[in-house]
C-alpha cells in the first residue's frame, strides 16, 4: 500500500513517470524503506525548495504506514 501511495505522488510530480522506480527494502520486524529513484532531471520536483516536497511525501507515505502499524523511511536516491 506505502508503494503505491508514493508511486502515485512521484509521478504526478515529475516530467518522466516512466523513469520512477520504487525498491522496498524490509529492514526487519515492522520497519520498511522505500527508495525512490527518478530521472536526474526530476530531481529537483521531487525533492523541492528546501526539500519542502520531499518531507510532505514522507509525511504522507508514514501516515498511510501507520493504518498498519509499520514504520516506513522514504530515500530519494
Known sequence: ????????????????PDDVNISEVDNGDKTLTLEL???????????????????????????AANRENKKVSVDIV
Open 1 to 16: 500500500m506505502m508503494k503505491e501511495v508514493l508511486e502515485v505522488i512521484a509521478k504526478a510530480l515529475v516530467d518522466n
Open 37 to 63: 529513484r527518478v530521472n536526474q532531471d526530476d530531481m529537483g520536483k521531487v525533492i523541492g525548495k528546501q526539500g519542502r516536497i520531499a518531507k510532505a511525501i514522507r509525511t504522507v507515505v508514514k501516515a
